[in-house]
């Protein structure tokens, strides 16, 4: 079966998808991106995404290249041509193409590329075994809550992590809190069952799953609290767990080689995880097929 890309207004077999070397999205990771989970057919958290897209686009003002219903059009079109169930859609944006220089006129167009990936949702690894995450010093630019594709200090610190043996890294901050992991935000649950995990303050992505878990666990009258946590507050926790697009929820078992809880996927992950994937299950969003206990 072959793949299909969207490349600037083209459907392009995904070998042959290419964008020109002068893009600044190449030359100077000018750009925005999104990854939206493809479940059974159905674009998760659509609506949530776009928002992000759209407000990152507009703290680097870079112009939305198409209306967002002419986008959401393309999605579909992209997972109807390569006839995926399951998977994951990423989506560039850059501020287009132009002879390098730091400046940069109004006038640019910007370059928009999707594609969308084969994935296997059941995560059936790391939801036995868990996974183990190292702290790495977080090195990224002030500005994480825009999701640009400026990736590399994450993408070293995951190495970093795997290198030791670990499975990903948890970032830390100058002041020694957690931010978030290399590329999903990071919680814990505390001994007397708050579910804590780092505001929103500039420093982190603010994720779209950590979003629509908060909704869940509000109708189950679970405790969120949003405040900084420290790797050593982690450690000790009762259980620890992260949240992206992708992964859904999975849980931490160990931090820097020391168990969380038991040393096992805990409950509360287990449950969130469950509630999430019926919340998405729902029509836009809208949570469907279960109770509040
Ligand atoms: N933080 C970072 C740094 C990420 O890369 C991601 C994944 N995009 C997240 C958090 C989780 O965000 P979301 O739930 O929207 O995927």
């Not at 603010?206 to 908060?214: C, E």
């Not at 909704?215 to 982690?234: D, G, N, S």
Request: charge should be positive; include cysteine; glycine fraction near 8%.
């Amino acid at each position: 079966m072959p793949r299909f890309a969207y490349v600037d207004g083209r459907y392009v077999p995904h070998a042959k998808a290419c964008v020109h070397i002068e893009d600044r999205g190449f030359q100077f990771a000018d750009a925005v991106y999104e990854v939206i989970a493809i479940r059974g057919g159905v674009l998760m958290d659509e609506r949530g995404h776009i928002d992000r897209l759209v407000r990152s686009l507009n703290e680097l003002k870079i112009a939305l290249p198409m209306s967002i219903a002419a986008l959401q059009l393309v999605m579909r079109e992209l997972v109807r041509r390569n006839r995926v169930h399951d998977a994951a859609l990423y989506m560039q944006i850059t501020r287009g193409q132009a002879p390098r220089d730091f400046r940069f006129g109004p006038g640019l167009v910007p370059t928009l590329v999707m594609t969308v990936r084969r994935a296997d949702f059941s995560h059936a690894k790391q939801l036995a075994d868990g996974l183990s995450v190292m702290a790495v010093r977080d090195i990224r630019w002030a500005r994480p809550d825009i999701k640009t594709v400026m990736l590399l200090p994450s993408s070293l610190a995951k190495m970093h992590a795997i290198e030791q043996g670990a499975d990903d890294a948890w970032l830390v901050d100058a002041d020694g809190y957690v931010t978030e992991g290399s590329s999903n935000n990071a919680w814990i649950v505390t001994g007397d069952g708050e579910i804590v995990t780092r505001p929103a303050d500039g420093r982190i992505l603010k994720g779209v799953t950590r979003n629509a878990l908060q909704h869940v666990a509000k109708l189950f009258q679970l405790r969120i609290v949003e405040r900084p946590f420290t790797i050593a507050e982690a450690q000790s926790a009762r259980e620890a767990f992260t949240t992206s697009a992708s992964a859904f929820v999975l849980p931490v078992v160990s931090i820097d080689g020391k168990p969380v809880g038991d040393g096992k996927p805990g409950p509360v992950a287990r449950d969130l995880r469950a509630q999430y994937l019926a919340y998405s299950n729902g029509a836009h969003g809208a949570p469907i097929g279960w109770t509040p206990s």
